[in-house]
């Protein structure tokens, strides 16, 4: 099954690493012309460094309304569109007991994993897909939909985002909204699970390996794609058979 973005443009936050930057190569090579953003300039460089096809880097803060704002019209600007937008950006400046969290560490992760990508899709909404409808893709976390030690504060998060990405599905059609709830994945934000639990976790899976970014990417550029066009409001789990895992223990 052919699956492509020709003609398609797209805006990737958190797209100098991880998850972000699987995604948006996966998007340039498929033929969409691509917008990356993450605070820091030089990130953003090296990874475009790293894609093909038509790639342009903005440096905001995903947290940021002025950033936020900022960005979308660069991105206006630039490619004349938005048709597929990701909300990847996170952060988790947090681990231990939810009730053990700080005010500055609670409103910090907030501000990143929820209020952000609630403005970003505002924004995003009003330059371009009110009335041209497109694709919004909300990266959530497994950690949405069951309890973790540790990371309550961060899950809180993405279980908001997967109830957000139903939401605007039922507000904003035939813009379409989908999440991908990923389980562990081989990244640099999750460097310190990856090393802790990782080959543990790994051993459990059926499928015997922790996530890559690249598996994300995949499921990412089908639900960008037209062949996904009855998707909406659904968020995807893909953590390499964890759930299954889970009952089998």
Same mark, same amino acid.
């Given at each position: 099954?052919?699956?492509?973005?020709?003609?398609?443009?797209?805006?990737?936050?958190?797209?100098?690493?991880?998850?972000?930057?699987?995604?948006?190569?996966?998007?340039?090579?498929?033929?969409?012309?691509?917008?990356?953003?993450?605070?820091?300039?030089?990130?953003?460089?090296?990874?475009?460094?790293?894609?093909?096809?038509?790639?342009?880097?903005?440096?905001?803060?995903?947290?940021?309304?002025?950033?936020?704002?900022?960005?979308?019209?660069?991105?206006?600007?630039?490619?004349?569109?938005?048709?597929?937008?990701?909300?990847?950006?996170?952060?988790?400046?947090?681990?231990?007991?939810?009730?053990?969290?700080?005010?500055?560490?609670?409103?910090?992760?907030?501000?990143?994993?929820?209020?952000?990508?609630?403005?970003?899709?505002?924004?995003?909404?009003?330059?371009?897909?009110?009335?041209?409808?497109? *694709?919004?893709?909300?990266?959530?976390?497994?950690?949405?939909?069951?309890?973790?030690?540790?990371?309550?504060?961060?899950?809180?998060?993405?279980?908001?985002?997967?109830?957000?990405?139903?939401?605007?599905?039922?507000?904003?059609?035939?813009?379409?909204?989908?999440?991908?709830?990923?389980?562990?994945?081989?990244?640099?934000?999750?460097?310190?699970? *990856?090393?802790?639990?990782?080959?543990?976790?790994?051993?459990?899976?059926?499928?015997?390996?922790?996530?890559?970014?690249?598996?994300?990417?995949?499921?990412?550029?089908?639900?960008?794609?037209?062949?996904?066009?009855?998707?909406?409001?659904?968020?995807?789990?893909?953590?390499?058979?964890?759930?299954?895992?889970?009952?089998?223990?």
């Amino acid at each position: 099954m052919d699956v492509s973005l020709s003609g398609k443009v797209a805006l990737v936050t958190g797209g100098s690493r991880g998850i972000g930057k699987a995604i948006a190569k996966s998007f340039a090579e498929s033929g969409a012309k691509v917008m990356i953003t993450s605070r820091k300039m030089d990130a953003l460089l090296e990874a475009r460094e790293e894609m093909g096809g038509e790639v342009e880097v903005f440096a905001a803060n995903a947290g940021d309304l002025d950033g936020i704002s900022s960005c979308v019209q660069a991105t206006m600007e630039r490619f004349g569109a938005i048709d597929v937008f990701v909300n990847n950006a996170a952060t988790n400046p947090y681990l231990g007991k939810t009730l053990g969290v700080d005010a500055s560490r609670f409103d910090k992760t907030f501000q990143v994993n929820i209020r952000g990508p609630l403005f970003w899709c505002q924004a995003v909404w009003e330059a371009w897909m009110k009335e041209h409808p497109g *694709v919004i893709i909300n990266i959530a976390s497994v950690g949405g939909l069951r309890a973790e030690s540790g990371l309550g504060v961060y899950n809180l998060t993405k279980a908001a985002i997967i109830h957000m990405t139903k939401q605007l599905a039922s507000e904003l059609g035939p813009t379409r909204v989908v999440g991908v709830a990923p389980g562990l994945v081989q990244t640099d934000f999750a460097k310190v699970l *990856v090393e802790n639990v990782g080959d543990q976790l790994a051993a459990r899976l059926p499928m015997g390996r922790i996530g890559r970014p690249e598996d994300i990417a995949n499921l990412a550029t089908f639900l960008a794609s037209d062949r996904a066009s009855w998707i909406t409001g659904e968020t995807y789990v893909i953590d390499g058979g964890g759930g299954a895992a889970a009952e089998r223990m």
